[in-house]
């Protein structure tokens, strides 16, 4: 039997998964806020982003937030322009953020409990704001590993034994082909009906993905028929060419097929680590890769902003448009795949 960790110290380290609401006062909320209340809820992507003000980078700046605070959000607001470099301005009660990366989330979602996991595994989808893990060995014990932010999506592979002696879910990472656990009523099973192939009856070649990097559009087309017109965020250009074994941070030019399809992805520097804002992405949903060198239209959960280039080359896009895409690109992914490798829809790119 794996040894518990005691409950003091599980108890401190769990608080971590559902995240802790920002404090904040109502100052500055007049008194139809406080009646309406807040329309969402977002966590904070990156290292930390200033409060203004006013919706206007200009403004004064009256605070900061740090990664993974949740803060309430009152009002959405356009920007009339894109000197910003985000779509959308936010009202909390601390102030005006950007939503460049602020990950509108849902708070205290919780889920039921598989009995069983089937022989294939099961995918499942976070479903609170973050959730720790924890990988057990037997020098070391439990250790806490990534944390699992909203809206990813990961192999479940088995239900044993948890940090807290209850069962949890066992994960399968891809990349490094190590198992570790997480709560397992922080994730939805996703049920195969929601990833079954669509549109298969149309010819592979009838189906087509026009990406346009100065538009920062996607566009499927079956036939001359748009099925999906999306914006989308491709790579960053280039301020000095690549050094030798460094891949360009540009979105490939050209014509391409899908090549390997896989609904859970972990994108990084491949460590094992604990350390809160490294460069480790475990559970990139619904992945597309069309290159050899690992160039992907997916999902992503750690910005908000698409119409501009912000990515290290791949094609991010909204969960909810790339799990639509998954679905409808051949080659055709069923349920019971772990992933697909073969020869699927084409995706042009173009300047």
Request: aromatic share 10%; glycine share 8%.
């Amino acid at each position: 039997m794996k040894p518990a960790l005691r409950r003091r110290d599980f108890l401190r380290l769990s608080a971590l998964s559902l995240g802790g609401l920002a404090a904040s006062s109502l100052t500055g909320l007049n008194p139809q806020d406080e009646i309406r209340g807040p329309i969402g809820l977002g966590r904070v992507t990156i290292e930390m982003i200033r409060v203004y003000n006013q919706p206007d980078s200009l403004s004064e700046r009256v605070g900061r937030l740090w990664r993974d605070e949740l803060v309430e959000i009152y009002e959405a607001l356009p920007v009339p322009h894109r000197a910003d470099y985000t779509p959308l301005w936010y009202r909390t009660a601390q102030g005006y953020i950007q939503s460049t990366y602020i990950q509108r989330v849902e708070c205290q979602r919780v889920n039921p409990v598989l009995q069983t996991i089937p022989p294939f595994g099961s995918l499942g989808e976070v479903t609170v704001p973050y959730t720790p893990t924890y990988r057990y060995t037997r020098t070391d014990g439990w250790q806490p590993l990534y944390r699992l932010y909203f809206q990813s999506v990961h192999w479940i592979t088995a239900i044993e034994e948890g940090p807290d002696g209850s069962p949890w879910y066992c994960l399968l990472d891809q990349l490094l082909s190590v198992r570790y656990h997480v709560n397992p009523r922080h994730l939805r099973p996703i049920p195969p009906e929601e990833y079954l192939p669509i549109h298969t009856d149309v010819p592979t070649e009838e189906k087509r993905i026009i990406v346009s990097i100065s538009n920062q559009t996607l566009t499927a087309y079956e036939g001359d028929q748009v099925v999906l017109h999306k914006y989308i965020s491709s790579g960053v250009k280039e301020e000095r060419p690549p050094a030798p074994g460094e891949l360009s941070t540009e979105t490939p030019l050209g014509s391409f097929r899908i090549q390997t399809k896989m609904p859970s992805r972990h994108m990084g520097n491949g460590q094992l680590t604990a350390e809160i804002g490294a460069a480790e992405y475990p559970g990139v949903p619904w992945t597309m890769l069309f290159t050899e060198e690992g160039v992907a239209l997916h999902g992503v959960y750690w910005h908000d902003c698409y119409g501009i280039a912000m990515s290290h080359g791949c094609v991010n896009m909204r969960n909810s448009h790339a799990k639509w895409l998954f679905r409808w690109t051949n080659p055709v992914f069923e349920p019971t795949d772990y992933y697909i490798r073969r020869e699927g829809t084409r995706v042009i790119v173009t300047a």
